[in-house]
């Protein structure tokens, strides 16, 4: 597609178009393990499949659909260059595509987008790529990259909507049937724009009647808006933790696609897909960012495994991009998720000793203060402060609450979605 094209949306793609994709990309791109997962199989009696895009050229599947979208350019919009928008991964895709064909791309990335990928973008593209901070969200990225497109008369690259990017990142699924032992009864991929979950179903629908899952998450679940509305509606609110996916509006090829054959959509929590990301790194040792663990995520109590066929579940690792100073974040958000940290506005009496009362009358063995901060810089005797309680075990949280509601120290919960919550910490 091109900045100049027609509004006529395109044919739907088909797993012709995906095997087609395949040929195109050759030996260019990796072809990545399929890895059975021992821990996720023995927790749900199926043997599941971890397709490994994390170590994929990138760290991410995004190359594929990149690079065959700007490999079938003929020579004359090569000459014009190529333009994109993306969170990082489709990025990343587009500039080992410049660089290794020579055609100048101009990339465009929100001001959010981790500097790990940030700094991945420059260093695979080289000088065959300028790189442009724009917006703090991918959807406004988007709508500078596409007015930059217009006015320079470049080729937009898009990430998800368009025939050929679908194409390339079906390829993922097409290698998982050739890769498995065992075929897969089922496949789980991640939904952002919908891109990935569009090339799965072209593929699987046609050589494969297998069911197909997204996951989304929920602070980014704008498929399934799409679906409840019957047409793609951009969200007012999105949540840019799981940055790989959060966005705010499908493609409208990518929704037709999902209404047509996706079997479910599934939402997943952003503190769930934080725990899922440190059980991969811990078990299984992959390091994933958030949107890489999020089809494996939906294991942790969203996938309803019992609407599934009797098979292997084949998953989608869709990303290894991760920054490591974002690790404190994805802890925290875990711990919450979990119930092992909880915050409290405490008011102590302006008295000698009060803190060592609290300390003595509310808490227990296996409970720690991990925060402690005066709500006032200045003034602090007439505020209250700001506690963290981490705990062993979530189901004490009913005792601790009990031993607060007996003391003389008056205590008030934090809820994780209130806005004093998200507000103070």
Known sequence: MTATSSDSQPA????????????????????????????????TGRKIYLKREDIQVGRSYKVRGAFNFISSLDASDADRGVICASAGNHAQGVAFACNTLHIKGTIFI???????????????????????????????????????????????????????????????????????DEPPMSVVVPIGGGGLLAGTLAWVKQFHPDV???????????????????????????????????????????????????????????????????????????????????????????LDLNSLPDGPIAFVISGGNNDVSRYDDIVERSMIHEGLRHYFLVTFPQQPGALRTFLDEVLSDGEDIILFEYTKKNNRETGPALVGIEIDDPKNIDSLLERMDKSAIHSEKLEPNSPSFGFLL
């Not at 995906?18 to 990309?25: D, F, G």
């Not at 790529?129 to 006015?151: K, M, N, P, V, W």
Request: proline residues 6%; charged residues 20%.
């Open 12 to 43: 739907l793609p088909t797993g012709t178009d995906v095997v087609l994709a395949a040929q195109a990309l050759g030996p260019t791109i990796r072809r990545t393990p399929l890895d059975t997962c021992a821990r996720l199989s023995s927790k």
């Open 212 to 302: 197909v899952i997204g996951v989304e998450p929920s602070g980014a679940a704008s498929m399934k808006a799409a679906l409840e509305a019957n047409e793609p509606v951009t969200l007012t609110k999105v949540d840019s933790f799981a940055d790989g996916t959060a966005v705010a509006r499908v493609g409208n090829i990518t929704f037709d696609m999902a209404r047509n054959h996706c079997d479910h959509i599934v939402t997943v929590p952003e503190g769930a897909i934080s725990s899922e990301m440190l059980e991969l790194y811990q078990v299984e040792g992959i390091i994933t960012e958030p949107s890489g663990a999020l089809s494996v995520a939906s294991l942790r109590g969203y």
């Open 110 to 180: 929100p001001t959010t987008t981790p500097r790990q990928k940030r700094n991945r973008i420059r260093d695979i593209g080289g000088n065959w790529i300028t790189l442009i901070e724009a917006g703090t969200t991918f959807d406004e990225c988007s709508r500078a990259a596409t007015e930059f497109a217009i006015s320079n008369g470049g080729v937009y690259v898009h990430p998800f909507d368009d025939p050929r990017t679908i194409a390339g990142q079906g390829t993922v699924v097409k290698e998982i049937f050739e890769q498995a």
